[in-house]
T-cell receptor, first 116, second 110 residues
Framework: DGGITQSPKYLFRKEGQNVTLSCEQNLNHDAMYWYRQDPGQGLRLIYYSQIVNDFQKGDIAEGYSVSREKKESFPLTVTSAQKNPTAFYLC???????????????FGEGSRLTVL | RKEVEQDPGPFNVPEGATVAFNCTYSNSASQSFFWYRQDCRKEPKLLMSVYSSGNEDGRFTAQLNRASQYISLLIRDSKLSDSATYLCVVRSGGYQKVTFGIGTKLQVIP
């Protein structure tokens, strides 16, 4: 079955440590995204990538980094520079059609990061 | 003004009731519209796309009003399993520009 796999599902980190969240998709989608969700808030875009070896900052990119070396993979690193990293992180993908006739996002199950 | 606005609720309705949510968007060039459902501590899942002519899927009806820049979701004969947060999603300016509303929480009570 096609889908998006995020790991780990739960992660605990000490302050000052970098952590990397994995996101893999086998939907053959061009575009991939990382969102952050905090309690009582909507999803906020961290980074997105339209194509391999290219990515763009979203609304809250500070303290995060990404790479897109393969179409299937879009890992997110939460660095120690991120001041409030405790959150629910969601990876998504969509078709990369130039004409966005549909373009719905498909989400992974999310990774819940807690900084101790 | 927020790009996508929703009433966060919660909306508490009895089983069998009909409930409607609205969502307004600010970018008149927006091209695609969706309703997602998110259960507590889970990922959002696509409920339905919203087409210009309106569309229905079982008990769910979605409408788009481009002139007034809002979309709506109507749920008929509410079930306990409909309890969730409903996210309004608007896509504009190319496939990378996707904006989520804060979500409307629905609680269906027996």
């Amino acid at each position: 079955d096609g889908g998006i796999t995020q790991s780990p599902k739960y992660l605990f980190r000490k302050e000052g440590q970098n952590v990397t969240l994995s996101c893999e998709q086998n939907l053959n989608h061009d575009a991939m995204y990382w969102y952050r969700q905090d309690p009582g808030q909507g999803l906020r875009l961290i980074y997105y990538s339209q194509i391999v070896n290219d990515f763009q900052k979203g609304d809250i990119a500070e303290g995060y980094s990404v790479s897109r070396e393969k179409k299937e993979s879009f890992p997110l690193t939460v660095t120690s520079a991120q001041k409030n990293p405790t959150a629910f992180y969601l990876c998504a993908s969509s078709t990369g059609a130039v004409v966005p006739v549909r373009g719905e996002l498909f989400f992974g199950e999310g990774s819940r990061l807690t900084v101790l | 003004r927020k790009e996508v606005e929703q009433d966060p609720g919660p909306f508490n309705v009895p089983e069998g009731a009909t409930v409607a949510f609205n969502c307004t968007y600010s970018n008149s060039a927006s091209q695609s519209f969706f309703w997602y459902r998110q259960d507590c501590r889970k990922e959002p899942k696509l409920l339905m796309s919203v087409y210009s002519s309106g569309n229905e899927d079982g008990r769910f009806t979605a409408q788009l009003n481009r002139a007034s820049q809002y979309i709506s979701l109507l749920i008929r004969d509410s079930k306990l399993s409909d309890s969730a947060t409903y996210l309004c999603v608007v896509r504009s300016g190319g496939y990378q520009k996707v904006t989520f509303g804060i979500g409307t929480k629905l609680q269906v009570i027996p």
